[in-house]
């Protein structure tokens, strides 16, 4: 095989898998790890991947990247409502207090909350614009809005005087969102900013609920804002699998599939 073929034939392996890597593409082709290292550094230089420990990702996956609020309202839709839906089940039955973390998935939840008059009785703390315009149409739910500044891609509350706030609450129950969750890393987000805000609300909640499809399994972003041993449960659309799996089981987390 022509090396112009292998490289199209990675390239199109990463359009598909979204990452590759070195020990499996060896296996593939039957060459040498070292040539594989050689093809993605040319592919790198010729900007259709970025390396990373171990093999390569598509160029798409840069830590940093975070799609705008359109977008991620859009993709992954059906699971998402999946997610929520199930996820109504885990609200308290008698009144409490409940966080919900800024994300499109908590906002399809806080959607059902008003719809089914889930939410009667309980009081919702949020930083999240899009999600308390969404409560504040139900009378029967008590809105607590922590302030900041709002960043226009989340619509959302950040930076320390917001992690400041929730620093003062121990809510019953917390529902996060995540746009990475690896085995090792833990959870993640592409802002340093909304990195600190996330990790003073899993603090201040007594159980906290990660609401994740599966697209966010296997995934690393900037900063890292929980380890996994502070998450209760994860609710999801597709059973995690191999070290993922066990790293949960291994954290005592509840696994629910949507």
């Known amino acids: ?9 990675i390239v199109e392996q990463l359009a598909v898998d979204g ?14 790890r070292e040539t594989v290292r050689r093809d993605l550094a040319l592919l790198e230089s010729e900007n259709y991947l970025r390396r990373v420990h171990g093999g390569a990702v598509a160029v798409g996956d840069a830590s940093t990247r975070e799609e705008s609020y359109v977008v991620r309202t859009a993709i992954h839709a059906e699971a998402k409502a999946r ?8 609200l308290p039955v008698t009144e409490a207090s409940v966080i919900l ?29 899009p999600i308390a315009s969404v409560l504040v149409q139900s009378p029967q739910i008590a809105l607590e809005l922590i302030g900041g500044r709002v960043r226009g891609i989340t619509g ?16 019953d129950i917390a529902f996060i969102g995540t746009n990475g969750l690896h085995v090792s890393f833990g959870l993640s987000t592409p802002d340093p900013l909304e990195a600190a ?15 994740a ?28 699998a191999g070290e993922l799996a066990a790293a949960l089981e291994a954290a005592d987390i509840e696994v629910i599939v949507a």
């Open 156 to 171: 959302a509350a950040s930076g320390a005087r917001t992690a400041a706030e929730f620093s003062n609450y121990r809510a």
């Open 83 to 90: 997610i929520a839906q199930r996820a109504l089940s885990l």
């Open 213 to 240: 499809d599966s697209s966010k399994f296997d995934q690393e972003t900037l900063v890292r804002f929980s380890t996994l041993e502070s998450i209760d449960t994860l609710v999801t659309d597709q059973a995690p």
């Open 1 to 9: 095989m022509f090396a112009e073929e292998r490289h199209q034939l």
């Open 197 to 211: 805000v996330k990790t003073a609300l899993v603090a201040s909640a007594r159980r906290v609920v990660l609401l």
């Open 19 to 32: 990452k590759v890597s070195v020990a499996q593409l060896s296996e593939r082709f039957d060459i040498t």
């Open 101 to 129: 973390d800024a994300g499109t998935t908590t906002e399809i939840l806080a959607e059902r909350m008003v719809k089914t008059n889930a939410g009667d009785g309980l009081l919702v703390i949020t930083h999240a614009l």
